[in-house]
């Protein structure tokens, strides 16, 4: 089987990384490589402008800004740590890639979604993921795991509103892109979450070896 690009995305706190190292493991045990990465992060220079992004005492930066070091952040993962491990025929899993932007500043931040499209192709070169998995659950829920647990980063920190822009956001692009999006419900409990998880990679993989 060649390479499968996945990317993992839901508001702040939906329990993605949880059911990142689930996936990982239930991969591992089927003999696959598997890279496991985030965005934004994931490699030496992305990790220091993430710093820049998410520093608490940065509230003067300008929404273009924001967006602008997400793609650069992007560019440079992609090209440094996404785009090889692919080459060697590994399965990628990437916590939050272009979906983010495209609802966090692209809604959130109101620079609209055309825009942050535009930004994101050049930064990328268009790499477009087989598979999204949608962690859904409202803001309402998700933020209260996230206070219960620690004080927040620059954009966790924000109202609720915004919170619920993402959100918005987040089913407008499963509604754009039904192919590519499978949105699961992440209210429930982590055992069921990571049984829907296993059957939609299962459902992926044997689509893949019949093509
Ligand atoms: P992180 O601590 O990685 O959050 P999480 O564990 O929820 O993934 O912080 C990343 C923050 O950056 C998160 O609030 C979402 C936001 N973000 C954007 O606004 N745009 C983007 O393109 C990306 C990748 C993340």
Do not use: W
């Not at 609720?160 to 192919?179: C, I, T, W």
């Amino acid at each position: 089987m060649e390479s499968l690009f996945i990317t993992v995305e839901g508001t702040d706190g939906a329990g993605k990384s949880t059911q990142i190292e689930y996936l990982k493991e239930f991969l591992q045990t089927k003999e696959f490589t598997v890279t496991i990465t985030r965005e934004p992060g994931g490699t030496r220079i992305s990790e220091k402008i993430r710093n820049i992004i998410l520093d608490k005492n940065n509230i003067e930066m300008s929404d273009r800004t924001e967006a602008l070091l997400y793609a650069a952040s992007r560019a440079q993962h992609v090209e440094e740590t996404i785009v090889p491990a692919l080459r060697r025929g590994d399965i990628v899993i990437c916590d939050r890639f272009v979906d983010s932007s495209m609802v966090y500043q692209g809604r959130g931040r109101s620079l609209g979604y055309e825009a942050v499209k535009i930004i994101n192709d050049f930064a990328t070169g268009q790499l477009e993921p087989d598979l999204t998995i949608l962690f859904d659950v409202k803001p309402e829920i998700s933020l209260k795991r996230i206070n219960a647990k620690k004080k927040g980063d620059r954009l966790e920190r924000e109202k609720l509103s915004f919170h619920q822009e993402v959100h918005n956001g987040y089913r407008d692009l499963a509604k754009m892109f039904p192919n590519r999006i499978i949105r699961i419900d992440a209210s429930r409990s982590v055992k069921q979450i990571r049984k829907d998880i296993e059957l939609i990679i299962e459902n992926l993989l044997s689509t893949k070896e019949n093509t």
